[in-house]
């Protein structure tokens, strides 16, 4: 369809109500713009499905050509993901499973396939794992660390020997860290706790101090994760829906 008068071939320039003309010659040429018009075919997410919008006849002029194409709507329950045209023109296929048609007068019945997918909610159900992290007799290493009020000493200052309040002992292995208190524990010698010592503890406590734990009974860890839910998509639908168009 006529679009315009322009003053440049490519259509860049167009001539309004408003323009002047600046040209000192005795004629100037006007370029005639031309534009296909295009039919849209919306294909909107609706409910759990899809809809089509309408066809209506379209005046394009005895030379003229139209574009059928499509439009996506999503939502967040169904996504939208194509939509494919077939055109017949009596018993004849003009078009089939295109993205656009180009069409010039006529009647034609005009079929679109749209692809979706379908959103839905999954509950995943809680889960509680059970794993046994050292057994009984097991020898592991933890780290230690105490308040002590009275301490024994050895030779070259070393603390062989300490009455210990509040004594904690923790490893990665162990369901919780161990905690005592008032115990005398001695270098190389097992605690009241199941605690050995691998080095004397000197200079200070027994801060980050390693030892040896042996495990009098099976350690267990137990891991519940809680319930969620996930948005799970479906296998891609297909849905279609045929209309007339006329253009003219």
Same mark, same amino acid.
């Given at each position: 369809?006529? *679009? ?27 370029? /005639? ?26 005046? =394009? ?25 077939? =055109? ?5 296929? =003009? ?19 749209? *692809? ?27 780290? &230690? ?5 009275? *301490? ?7 603390? !062989?020997?300490?009455? /210990? ?12 860290? !161990? ?6 524990? !001695?270098?190389? %010698?097992? &605690? ?18 390693? /030892? ?18 996930? %948005? ?5 639908? %297909? ?10």
């Amino acid at each position: 369809v006529f *679009s315009a008068w322009t003053t440049t071939k490519n259509g860049s320039t167009v001539v309004t109500a408003k323009s002047i003309v600046t040209s000192t010659a005795d004629t100037i040429t006007l370029y /005639a713009k031309w534009q296909r018009l295009t039919k849209t075919i919306t294909v909107s997410a609706s409910g759990s499905g899809v809809k089509f919008s309408k066809l209506a006849t379209v005046k =394009v002029g005895k030379k003229g050509k139209l574009v059928i194409k499509s439009a996506l709507k999503d939502s967040t329950k169904v996504d939208v993901t194509g939509a494919k045209f077939t =055109v017949k023109k009596g018993s004849k296929t =003009v078009a089939k499973n295109k993205a656009t048609v180009t069409l010039g007068p006529g009647t034609y019945k005009v079929t679109t396939t749209a *692809s979706y997918k379908v959103a839905s909610v999954k509950t995943v159900p809680a889960k509680t794992e059970t794993t046994t992290t050292a057994k009984a007799g097991d020898v592991i290493d933890v780290k &230690c660390s105490a308040s002590w009020s009275t *301490s024994f000493t050895g030779a070259g200052g070393a603390i !062989l020997s300490t009455v /210990a309040t509040d004594m904690t002992c923790t490893s990665d292995l162990l369901a919780a860290p !161990l905690t005592w208190s008032s115990n005398s524990c !001695l270098y190389g %010698t097992t &605690c009241d706790g199941g605690i050995r010592f691998t080095s004397a503890v000197s200079g200070g406590g027994f801060s980050g101090k390693a /030892a040896k734990y042996t495990v009098p009974a099976d350690i267990v860890k137990t891991v519940t994760t809680p319930a969620t839910t996930e %948005t799970v998509w479906s296998a891609t639908k %297909t849905t279609t829906k045929t209309q007339s168009l006329k253009v003219k």
